[in-house]
């Protein structure tokens, strides 16, 4: 399968290869157009003629040529575009995952910090039962 690029490339046929359609559209053109065109060519050398039709065909060879260069730079132009946005993807991806990482050891953390918390409140408690109990045997 062509690449789409290739779609946008226009084709330039040397002059005297016409496609079908075209020659078909030559026979239905009125009397009149087929007759203004005589007179244009007759106005030339037969001898010119070849080289004029040489000439447009070089051309429109080398228009074909720099439409071609110009669309190979475009196309390494954005090669190297995503080439540039996969490695930001890449470093941004291996961040995300870092950050990531980070979070999951932040709530390990969090979660440990809360468990030590409860450990240490009832802790606390036990202490202020021990305290009172203390209390109550001194004053006895």
Known sequence: MAPTWLSDIPLVQPPGHQDVSERRLDTQRPQVTMWERDVSSDRQEPGRRGRSWGLEGSQALSQQ??????????????????????ETSLQQKMRLEAQAMELEALARAEKAGRAEAEGLRAALAGAEVVRKNLEEGSQR
């Open 65 to 86: 040529a720099e439409v071609i260069v110009r669309q190979l730079q475009e196309l390494r132009r954005l090669e190297e575009e995503v080439r540039l946005l996969r």
